[in-house]
């Protein structure tokens, strides 16, 4: 779908809490923005730059910024961090090979504009059998150790939207 802005955001009259969706490509980003925002699943392409979406929840209103999760472009990602409210990483569940580099990608958060933002972390793909489950990923990435941010970890089926919306209760809180 590559660089694609599906709603108009103007940018200086905005009062949307931002939020930025991280991970590895192929985890399951741009379905979760896309449940977020429609309810549907939506067949992307691998995402080149960003997509964005504004989601009204109870009369609050969130910003949500899906973000290139290829190699060459996590390099970039500090470019979408200021005044960002919330950080959401999504981890693939099936992706066992690679979730050792997950773990140095919330290094992230020790970033001067990330300092205050919570993290909710989605366990993807929890319908496909032999995934990690919510215990293995927590231990993997060893979130018990995060002190300085407010977290929680949800196991999470996008392509029916299972698991995301209690989240966003957390969030709104
Ligand atoms: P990304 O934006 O993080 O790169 P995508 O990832 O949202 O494009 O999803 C990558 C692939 O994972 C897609 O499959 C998508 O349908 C699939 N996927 C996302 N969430 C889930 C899930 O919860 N369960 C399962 N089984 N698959 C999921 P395709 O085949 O379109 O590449
Ligand atoms: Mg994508």
Redo the contacts with the bound molecule.
């Keep these: 779908m590559g660089i694609l802005f599906t709603r108009k955001w103007r940018l200086f009259d905005h009062q949307g809490h931002k939020v930025i969706i991280l991970?590895?490509?192929?985890?399951?980003?741009?379905?979760?923005?896309?449940q977020f925002s429609m309810n549907e699943?939506v067949?992307?392409?691998?995402?080149i730059g960003s997509n964005v979406e504004e989601i009204v929840i109870n009369h609050t209103c969130f910003l949500m910024w899906?973000i290139?999760?290829q190699e060459s472009l996590r390099s970039s990602w500090n470019t979408y961090y200021t005044n960002t409210e919330f950080v959401i990483v999504?981890v693939?569940?099936?992706d066992r090979e690679r979730i050792s580099v997950t773990r140095e990608l919330y290094t992230m958060l020790a970033h001067e504009d990330l300092r205050k933002t919570g993290l909710l972390i989605f366990a993807?793909?929890?319908?496909?059998k032999e995934c990690m489950t919510v215990a293995e990923i927590s231990q993997f990435l060893k979130l018990t150790s995060i002190k300085d941010h407010q977290w929680h970890i949800q196991a999470?089926?996008?392509?029916?939207g299972e698991g995301l919306c209690q989240r966003l209760q957390w969030m709104m809180s």
């Design positions: 991970g590895l490509d192929n985890a399951g980003k741009t379905t979760v923005l896309y699943v067949h992307a392409s691998p995402t899906d290139g999760g999504v693939d569940g099936t993807s793909k929890q319908d496909v999470c089926y996008a392509l029916t």
